[in-house]
T-cell receptor, first 118, second 114 residues
Framework: AQKITQTQPGMFVQEKEAVTLDCTYD???????LFWYKQPSSGEMIFLIY??????QNATEGRYSLNFQKARKSANLVISASQLGDSAMYFC???????????????FGKGITLSVRP | EAGVAQSPRYKIIEKRQSVAFWCNPI?????LYWYQQILGQGPKLLIQ????????DSQLPKDRFSAERLKGVDSTLKIQPAKLEDSAVYLC????????????FGPGTRLTVL
């Protein structure tokens, strides 16, 4: 089974509107972390937001928030007030810490293309 | 604070040739990662270093790929000989320690094998 699933092939949003990018994950590890990265056409992966599996509150970073539903194993990214510069690929990733808490390998989904229309 | 540096940004080679990529992590970051990102996919970890030791190289094709981080700072990833399927973006990332730390990525090297 895929560990990270991003099924939306491409998303379009009007400038200044909010958009939700979906991510579901699969793990039996009780301790894990979920990340969202943005990859513009320049190629660099830019860290956006992090959610730990034991965090009680949903993570927020400026215009980004993570809608974490642990029972459903979903970690959707919400971007509020979209800007033209938000047009990029967005990747969801998971890190399973394992029993020793030492594993730091990131497993990425296939990504979602977001296009912001003026 | 300077980010992760990588060079070259682009490289075009013929199959069976060799190529090397260089990465300099964020200052003070003990852990360094090399990822391969094939077009249309998410990055896949090739190798992870903690200082100058290898932590995970389970997905590194060792018959043709090699990597080193001799002084525990910058790192080199080499492919010899290259195959057509090695065409990808090679991303380097670093983190302060291992578990619990965010990985910060460099701009990547786009490799085209003809």
């Amino acid at each position: 089974a895929q560990k990270i699933t991003q099924t939306q092939p491409g998303m379009f949003v009007q400038e200044k509107e909010a958009v939700t990018l979906d991510c579901t994950y699969d793990t039996s590890d009780p301790s894990y972390g979920l990340f969202w990265y943005k990859q513009p056409s320049s190629g660099e992966m830019i860290f956006l937001i992090y959610q730990g599996s034991y965090d009680q509150q949903n993570a927020t970073e400026g215009r980004y928030s993570l809608n974490f539903q642990k029972a459903r194993k979903s970690a959707n990214l919400v971007i509020s007030a979209s800007q033209l510069g938000d047009s990029a690929m967005y990747f969801c990733a998971m890190r399973e810490l394992g029993f020793s808490g030492a594993n730091s390998k990131l497993t990425f989904g296939k990504g979602i293309t977001l296009s912001v229309r003026p | 604070e300077a980010g992760v540096a990588q060079s070259p940004r682009y490289k075009i080679i013929e199959k069976r040739q060799s190529v090397a990529f260089w990465c300099n992590p964020i200052s003070g970051h003990a852990t360094l990662y090399w990822y391969q990102q094939i077009l249309g996919q998410g990055p896949k970890l090739l190798i992870q270093f903690q200082n100058n030791g290898v932590v995970d190289d389970s997905q590194l094709p060792k018959d043709r790929f090699s990597a080193e981080r001799l002084k525990g700072v910058d790192s080199t990833l080499k492919i010899q000989p290259a195959k057509l399927e090695d065409s990808a973006v090679y991303l380097c990332a670093s983190s302060f320690m291992t578990s619990g730390d965010t990985q910060y990525f460099g701009p990547g090297t786009r490799l085209t094998v003809l």
